[in-house]
């Protein structure tokens, strides 16, 4: 498949920066694409996911204007990307969306603490009720979702599979290798449309 061109923008998860994206954006700038990373504020779960979403709309159009572009999010950074395309019309300029050990159907991890953002992030919350009434508008783009069995922090794993796009799981064996490990930018590259 034919490398699209769009910039890419990547968007951290809970407790990170955008920082933690660097090796996923060292591999798609080696191989030509322009990237961008935001640092959401705050990313510690304290803030709902629609704030951290509307920051993330307006770090796209400050940085993009009204290119067409591809969209990487990474854990919490899978939410705040959904709620993006699905709620504030991000749907209509991404061509290429991919998430990285996103829970999309909640995880259970987000029981240890009673942050907004996290209280979000459980299954069955009123946030993903919400995005999954509509979630097949996604099909609108180019949608993989990336997970591994031994994730840790998404359980169940399987939390990360939506009923449309393309689900590629592959073999890591932690959350936090998600962004580091090569199969995982492999995966990413080829979810962009790239050459491996």
Known sequence: MSDSGNPVVLVHGLTDT???MRYVSDRLRAAGRKTYSIDLQPGTGEA????LAKQ??????RHLGEATLDLVGFSMGGLVTRYYMQRLGGIDRVEHYVTLSAPHRGTIAAYF???AGCVQMRPNSKFLRDLQSDVAMLAKVKFTSIWTAWDGIILPAQSSC??????VQIPVLAHPLMVVDYRSLDA?????GMDA
């Open 18 to 20: 955008g920082n933690k």
């Open 48 to 51: 709902p996911l629609e704030l």
């Open 56 to 61: 993330l709309e307006g770090f796209i159009n």
């Open 113 to 115: 603490t009673g942050k």
């Open 162 to 167: 939506l009923p449309v796009g393309k689900d």
């Open 188 to 192: 990413i590259v080829k979810g962009l």
